[in-house]
């Protein structure tokens, strides 16, 4: 795999190998998170741990579009929407197993998303920005509209038929177990991307897309590319959030705000960076689900306020996010550890 | 039926009148500071809070307390933009979005958790009256907003015509580094834009507050028809966005009257197709959308 020349090979073609520190790194998360999914008995914590294993996946996911290629997508949630209802509806009205219907989701997620971002990437900054935002809404209105396939606005429930088949488990701890395969997946998918072609083209076409297709980088192509593997992961995790939570409904399946979580999580960690959106979840989630059940319906929205705060915050005084920082700080403290370079962002009038 | 339809395009066109006037500040400033404000629709939210408290705790009907609101509004303009938006002005596009995406979030849900999620109206009596003019009738709140859009446009367009600061404000439109040459005070200018911008909105809440009813996402809203309008007319054109406003207020009337499920959709569509056929707006200049970017 190494061996593949400079001038020619896929775009999959490993341009080096994966850093061996990450790998260990992500085996060592796999496995503190595996030993806590089995040891900690407590419903409250279990609960966390398992949003925080979903949401530091769906925003790697997002990342290889919004951090990655740089284009920042505030639209995810109609591709975590599509994976939801998709295998939901499968299992429902045709009892085809979830298994089955998150690849299907994630196949349609994928179709769409190609057809909206085919055309929509030759936009740039915040036009191609607020051509997701529409066309989530549209997603959101016609699920909306199409009740007599999606219930409208009441929702769909999913029927509690615990089974492996049904994706459907009594124990928490196989929902953690399940999260965690989906994080180790888009982890790894996200390193393979970093150190292939594919991803030093993402880099290039972030940091300046002219400069890149002077150099004859296909830059459409790539953004496409790192577009069809995001949605595809994001409505996996669409799928995941109905067998989990049981509920699904349009207004909070496919709201803005939800595209903004994911967007947010990555960028407070370090927006284009493999562990950026791992941590920026793990750092957010806790927070989210505490404050939530601290006040519940008494100081509804605080969680939100604190969010806010952090995001400005972070993007003012260290836009790179957190890892980045931390990765800067461990080199000037111990040396010639590697750290990659992160998504600078362009800096300079 | 002529009749129906006339009066549908009326409601239209003040419909449009309103949203032209939320989006006349947001491209202003796009214009000059070439930053999309994502929390454009929580200045429109304050403006509107502020208007129904001085309505409920003083009496002051909302046209009689609209000087105080601009007024309000155009310090909470100024604070904005020295905190938040002068440290990110050279950030890259995504960085601008994170963080007004994020003055967004907190200011939302700051209202949420002061002033709870409750719907609050303001029940003036002219805010339900009703005016006919042959056989159309013709809401008084409507059409006074509909009217001041039209005079604040044109007072905009004199003020940046006529005075020094509203040259500079054009000057710096076309060319930063120009003007800085210039001797253009250019973090002044910038103040003052974002400044002038906010206090647009602060006079489209005034005006909404007898015609909506204000909560803490009221902003939403009409922030996202605010980006469809002001992309329509291309962004940073005052005179698109007015266009772009009366566009859009026309194509909700109707799709409204056709096809009223799908209101929304239809205008989120047409906002897709014009973005990616001509992403400069109907009415902006060619390469306008790639400007400011960097």
Not at chain 1, 340 to 345: E, F, G, I, K, Q
Not at chain 2, 152 to 165: A, D, H, K, S, V
Not at chain 2, 277 to 289: D, K, Q, S, W
Request: glycine share 10%; aromatic share 12%; with cysteine.
């Amino acid at each position: 795999m190494s061996a593949t020349t400079r001038s020619e090979g896929s775009m999959f073609s490993a341009y080096r190998f994966i850093p061996h520190g990450s790998l260990h790194a992500l085996a060592g998360l796999a496995v503190v998170a595996a030993v806590l999914a089995f040891t900690v008995k407590d419903k409250f914590f279990l609960h966390v741990l398992i949003m925080m294993l979903l949401y530091a996946s769906i925003s790697s996911a997002w990342n290889i579009v919004g951090g990655f290629a740089g284009q920042l997508s505030l639209g995810h949630a109609a591709f975590f929407g599509i994976g939801a209802y998709t295998s939901t509806l499968l299992f429902i009205d045709l009892g085809i197993s979830p298994w089955f219907g998150m690849v299907i989701g994630g196949a349609l997620a994928t179709l769409v998303s190609g057809a909206i971002g085919y055309p929509s990437f030759r936009l740039r900054g915040p036009f191609f920005t607020l051509v997701t935002i529409a066309f989530a809404e549209v997603v959101r209105l016609l699920t909306l509209y199409a009740q007599g396939l999606t219930r409208g606005s009441i929702g769909i429930s999913v029927p509690f038929r615990p089974a492996v088949g049904n994706f459907i488990f009594r124990q928490h701890s196989a929902y953690a177990c399940v999260a965690l395969a989906f994080l180790v997946l888009t982890v790894l998918v996200g390193l393979w991307i970093q150190n292939s072609r594919l991803g030093y083209y993402l880099a290039a076409i972030r940091e300046d897309e002219d400069a890149a297709q002077a150099l004859g980088i296909d830059a459409a192509r790539y953004k496409l590319v790192a577009v069809l593997i995001s949605a595809f992961l994001t409505a996996l995790g669409g799928t995941f959030y109905a067998q989990y939570i049981f509920y699904i409904e349009p207004f909070q399946t496919f709201s803005l705000d939800f595209s903004v979580l994911l967007a947010m999580m990555a960028i407070i960690g370090g927006l284009g960076t493999v562990w950026g959106p791992v941590a920026g979840a793990f750092l957010v989630t806790p927070l989210q689900e505490a404050l939530q059940a601290k006040l519940g319906g008494e100081l509804q929205g605080l969680h939100l306020v604190v969010y806010g705060t952090v995001l400005i915050v972070v993007v003012i005084l260290l836009p790179q996010g957190i890892v980045p920082s931390l990765a800067a700080w461990g080199k000037r403290m111990f040396g010639q550890r590697e750290a990659r370079p992160a998504a600078s962002p362009k800096g300079g009038a | 039926m002529v009749a129906i339809l006339a009066q549908v395009a009326v409601s239209g066109i003040l419909l449009g009148g309103v949203y032209a006037l939320i989006s006349i500040g947001l491209t202003l400033i796009f214009g000059v500071l070439r930053v999309i404000n994502f929390a454009h629709g929580e200045f429109l939210m304050i403006a509107m809070y502020a208007s129904f408290w001085l309505f409920s705790l003083y009496g002051l009907d909302p046209y009689g307390s609209i000087v105080l609101v601009v007024a309000l509004l155009f310090v909470v303009g100024l604070i904005i933009q020295f905190l938040v938006i002068r440290p990110i002005l050279n950030a890259s596009a995504s960085m601008q979005i994170a963080a007004t995406v994020g003055l967004s979030i907190l200011l939302q849900n700051l209202a949420l958790v002061t002033m709870t999620a409750n719907y609050r109206s303001v029940d003036t009596p002219l805010s339900k009256a009703v005016v006919s003019a042959g056989p159309l009738l013709l809401g008084v709140s409507r059409l006074v907003a509909f009217l001041v859009a039209l005079a604040i446009t044109g007072l905009l367009f004199l003020f940046l015509q006529r005075t020094y600061i509203g040259k500079a404000i054009r000057c710096t439109a076309q060319d930063r580094t120009a003007a800085l040459l210039m001797g253009i005070n250019i973090d002044r200018v910038y103040l003052v834009t974002f400044a002038i911008g906010s206090a647009l909105v602060g006079v489209a809440g005034a005006l909404l507050t007898p015609l909506y009813p204000v909560f803490p996402t009221v902003g939403t809203y009409f922030v996202l028809v605010a980006f469809v309008v002001v992309v329509l007319g291309g962004l940073g054109n005052l005179t698109g966005a007015l266009l772009g406003g009366f566009i859009i207020g026309l194509v909700e009337a109707f799709s409204g009257f056709y096809v009223p499920e799908l209101k929304e959709a239809v205008y989120f569509v047409v906002f897709i197709v014009v973005l990616l056929i001509r992403p400069t707006g109907l009415f902006g200049v060619v390469g306008a959308e790639e400007v400011g970017l960097k």
